[in-house]
């Protein structure tokens, strides 16, 4: 149980495009969803935290016309990069809690490795 | 914000070997976890232990949340058990777990 899917695991776009990443949870509801970003060699930095049905939280220093995170359902949040460039290249990894433990453990995606051009 | 250190930053050990790994924190926390890393960047689940003790296996955790502190045990390696293991936390009332540096493992044959 606790299965958190990402989409795409990678992509390679051309830089000034936009790419939107995909996180669901499979089989439970997530009332909350969070969106982390890794560069190489370092550790995981939090980027925002999407509640259903309302705006996004985001950290200091990201910047939220860039990163739009949209969490329309229980088991989908999106994460797109609008007009990436190359400093935008990193590992994106999502993460859920489940609904019934609202303070409880977060599950984590297999991460999306994304190349900009 | 709250504070993650992770120690030590890099260890080498050969197969057979335990390993303590420790991860200090700067404020009370409602939700600790250790993670592995694997080498294609999945980060797998080891422990929830905002407090208290737990095992599975030949890994092992304690949290002393009063001194804010976690260790993760490690005993007898293996050489699957190399990668990274990073300590997060949640708390200070904020969303959101903060990560530590982590903790380089390799084990050697």
């Known amino acids: 149980g606790a299965v958190v899917s990402q989409h795409p695991s990678w992509v390679i776009c051309k830089s000034g495009t936009s790419v939107k990443i995909e996180c669901r949870s499979l089989?439970?509801?997530?009332?909350?969803m969070f969106w982390y970003r890794q560069f190489p060699k370092q550790s995981l930095m939090l980027m925002a935290t999407s509640n259903e049905g309302s705006k996004a939280t985001y950290e200091q220093g990201v910047e939220k016309d860039k990163f739009l995170i949209n969490h329309a359902s229980l088991t989908l949040s999106t994460l797109t990069v609008t007009s990436a460039h190359p400093e935008d290249s990193s590992f994106y990894i999502c993460s859920a809690r489940d609904h019934e433990t609202p303070l409880g453990e977060q599950y984590f995606g297999p991460g999306t490795r994304l190349t900009v051009t | 914000g709250i504070q993650v250190e992770q120690s030590p930053p890099d260890l080498i050990l050969q197969e057979g070997a335990n390993s303590t790994l420790r991860c200090n924190f700067s404020?009370?926390?409602?939700?600790l976890q250790w993670f592995h890393q694997n080498p294609w960047g999945q980060l797998i689940n080891l422990f929830y232990?905002?407090?208290g003790t737990k095992q599975n296996g030949r890994l092992s955790a304690t949290t002393v949340a009063t001194e804010r502190y976690s260790l993760l045990y490690i005993s007898s390696s293996q050489t699957t058990d190399s990668g990274v293991y990073f300590c997060?936390?949640?708390?200070?009332?904020?969303?959101?777990?903060?990560f530590g540096k982590g903790t380089h493992l390799i084990i050697q044959p």
């Open positions: 089989d439970f509801q997530a009332t909350t």
């Open positions: 404020d009370s926390v409602n939700n």
């Open positions: 232990i905002p407090s």
């Open positions: 997060a936390v949640e708390g200070g009332g904020a969303d959101g777990l903060t």
